[in-house]
C-alpha cells in the first residue's frame, strides 16, 4: 500500500530556511507526479510546486524565487527547500502523489514562521 511520510516542519523565524522531506513507499516513485500542498488555518488547500516525471517543475505565485522542489529517485523521496520564510507560509504541508486515478497524501507536517 502507498505511503507517504512528511517531515521537516517546525518553528522557523521570518526570513529562515526549512527542507522538508516526503518519503514514499509502496509505490514506483518515478512515475508519479509529486506536488507539494498547503493549508493555513480557515483557508482552502493550496498548491505549493509541482515535479513531473520528467522533473519539469511549477510554483505557485506566492512561493516562485523562495521555494524550491526536487526529488532523490534512488530514496523514493521528495523534497520542499523553503528559503526566506514569510509568516504567511504558515501551515499544514501536504505531500500528494498523483498518476492517472490513483492519488495519495501524507499526512502533514506543520510549518509555523513567527519570531
Known amino acids: 500500500q502507498v505511503q507517504l511520510v512528511e517531515s521537516g516542519g517546525g518553528l522557523v523565524q521570518p526570513g529562515g530556511s526549512l527542507r522538508l522531506s516526503c518519503a514514499a513507499s509502496g509505490m514506483i516513485f518515478s512515475r508519479y507526479i509529486m506536488a507539494w500542498y498547503r493549508q493555513a488555518p480557515g483557508k482552502q488547500r493550496e498548491l505549493v510546486a509541482t515535479?513531473?516525471?520528467?522533473?519539469?517543475?511549477n510554483y505557485g505565485d506566492s512561493v516562485k524565487g523562495r521555494f524550491t522542489i526536487s526529488t532523490d529517485n534512488a530514496k523514493n523521496t521528495l523534497y520542499l527547500q523553503m528559503n526566506s520564510l514569510k509568516p504567511e507560509d504558515t501551515a499544514v504541508y501536504y505531500c500528494n502523489a498523483r498518476m492517472a486515478t490513483e492519488n495519495y497524501w501524507g499526512q502533514g507536517t506543520q510549518v509555523t514562521v513567527a519570531s
Open positions: 515535479i513531473t516525471r520528467l522533473g519539469s517543475t
